[in-house]
């Protein structure tokens, strides 16, 4: 199995599909990063720099904006990336329709997420830095 | 033969033109007040269903209609046969009102009213009479052969993980994106997990005004979560969606819309519990609570339900059957009494998207046929209304 999975070439982070002990070498197409970090099964390692405030992106979409400079190799979750949407507790700060990717007026990559998991199978680069 | 000609499945052919794939009597009380009354009567005759519920009065106008339209849309599901409303007798929910929309239907009906017959005993003794008769003449229908065209297929995740979005529901989506293909129906619910992902639906609408509807939706849903002055991240993505490494509503979102395909073009948008008219894909405005979402879309008209999971969750239906699949291989072990396929093979590379989807194609025509799926087995019959305002 391969130990990483990335959707869309356009995201800035990978899916572990094992358990991935610091000073792992992961590779696929135009990227190799080292973690950093344990990063459980499931969880997302970046694959690229991440600076404070910038999105953070899977699936080919922004899932959230990042809280923290992330570097690559390092996990990122809910201690590093914060969602905008239905933020409440931030009233004002992301108004309803927004958020960043939410709407028609940004043209859809239909391509990039209905490709998703044929890109995945695609991306099998990281098996050969096993 | 083409595929068209060949896709089909052994289900009641319903007087309204629908199709069931399950022949139930339903026993549906119009209150909570009745709600015990209708599982003893249940209890004893076979292949009837109880519908207990907590609602029926001191509800708001909002919310009485939605109790209303949800009881009155199972009485005329395509997966019941029969119908016996049991009232208390001063309810708000009119059980004569239930009675017409299942007679219009097509379906033989009768009524009791607790208050009526003189109490408990007396009206499950009657209610079971009537059951008992209504239970035998249901055992002799047979079924017939009815075009794929006649499903309606609800679309639904829970417990989701990481393989969900990257397995599980891709998987789904094809099966999804095949049946509307041949003329069939799909309905996504979960108006919260379309969030963050909004953007793809709409632009795949057939219609402006369904992305104008999707669109308008989604936004309610987060002013609600807006207006409580709460963050949505306490419940979206739920505690244990974030220990399974979904980190933000907008990634579960992503992962989750993936169930209704990548090809099938959004028709419409419809209320919660109302009925799925166009063939393609339909937005239900339903809560993400799992049952709830369940309830309204069966509601909907959908006579199979096919849930993803990576957690596992039991979650079944009174009339509908719900098959379970999981993308996740711990889970497919551990919780394989709930589960009815297991696609883990995606993940680990041992079988195709493709392949898993020609094998959940063939279940969902299977189950649709009346092969009872791992929920209708242990009995899970889990049924919730949507409500929305307090209790008065």
């Not at chain 1, 809280?67 to 590093?80: C, E, F, K, R, Y």
């Not at chain 1, 933020?87 to 997420?113: F, M, N, Q, Y």
């Not at chain 2, 896709?7 to 199709?19: I, K, M, Q, V």
């Not at chain 2, 005759?45 to 939605?66: E, I, R, S």
Request: glycine residues 12%; hydrophobic residues 40%; contains cysteine.
């Amino acid at each position: 199995m391969k130990p990483v999975l990335v959707i869309s070439e356009r995201d800035n982070v990978a899916t572990a599909l094992v358990g991935l002990e610091p000073g792992r070498l992961i590779a696929g197409a135009g990227w190799r990063v080292t973690t950093v970090e344990p990063v459980p099964p499931g969880h997302k390692v970046a694959i690229r720099s991440i600076a404070s405030g910038e999105p953070v992106v899977k699936y080919g979409s922004p899932i959230g904006t990042a809280t923290a400079d992330i570097l690559p190799g390092s996990h990122v979750h809910t201690h590093n990336v914060s969602s905008t949407r239905g933020r409440g507790d931030l009233a004002g700060l992301h108004p309803i329709g927004s958020a960043p990717g939410a709407r028609l007026a940004e043209p859809p990559d239909d391509k990039v997420v209905l490709d998703a998991v044929v890109n995945a199978s695609l991306d099998r680069a990281g098996d050969r830095h096993e | 033969m083409s595929e068209a000609e060949r896709a089909g499945f052994w289900g009641f052919l319903r007087p309204d033109g629908r199709a069931g794939a399950r022949n139930h009597l339903l026993v549906v009380p119009t209150v909570v007040c009745a709600s015990v009354v209708c599982e003893r009567i249940a209890a004893v005759v076979p292949n009837a269903v109880a519908l207990p519920h907590q609602a029926g009065c001191g509800q708001l106008g909002p919310d009485m209609h939605t109790t209303h339209e949800t009881l009155a849309a199972y009485c005329e599901h395509p997966n019941v046969g029969a119908v016996l409303v049991v009232a208390l007798g001063c309810e708000q929910v009119i059980g004569q009102r239930l009675l017409e929309r299942a007679r219009q239907a097509g379906k033989p009906a009768e009524m009791l009213s607790i208050q009526s017959e003189g109490g408990t005993l007396r009206t499950i003794a009657r209610g079971t009479h009537l059951a008992a008769q209504f239970a035998s003449r249901l055992a002799a229908e047979p079924r017939s052969w009815c075009d794929v065209s006649h499903l309606v297929l609800s679309l639904k995740c829970g417990g989701s993980d990481y393989t969900s979005g990257l397995a599980s529901n891709p998987v789904l989506g094809r099966v999804a994106d095949r049946l509307v293909a041949l003329g069939g129906s799909t309905v996504l619910g979960e108006v919260a997990e379309i969030m963050g992902a909004e953007h793809l639906l709409a632009a795949r609408a057939s219609r402006p005004e369904a992305a104008a509807q999707l669109i308008r939706i989604v936004d309610r849903v987060e002013a609600e979560a807006m207006a409580l002055g709460l963050d949505i991240r306490g419940t979206q993505p739920s505690p244990g969606n974030i220990r399974g490494g979904l980190t933000t509503i907008e990634e579960k979102s992503l992962g989750a819309t993936h169930k209704g395909g990548e090809r099938s073009a959004l028709e419409d948008v419809v209320p919660y519990a109302g009925r799925i008219e166009r063939p393609g894909l339909t937005v239900m405005d339903t809560p993400g609570l799992d049952v709830e979402s369940v309830t309204g879309m069966v509601g909907g008209g959908a006579q199979v339900v096919v849930f993803t999971t990576g957690l596992g969750t039991p979650t079944g239906n009174p009339v509908a059957p719900v098959i379970k699949i999981t993308a996740n291989a711990r889970t497919a072990r551990l919780m394989s009494d709930n589960l009815d396929l297991d696609v883990s093979g995606v993940v680990d590379d041992s079988e195709t998207l493709d392949a898993a989807a020609d094998r959940l194609f063939a279940q969902v025509l299977d189950v649709a046929s009346g092969t009872l799926t791992a929920a209708e087995v242990l009995g899970h019959r889990e049924f919730a209304i949507y409500r929305r305002n307090p209790t008065i």
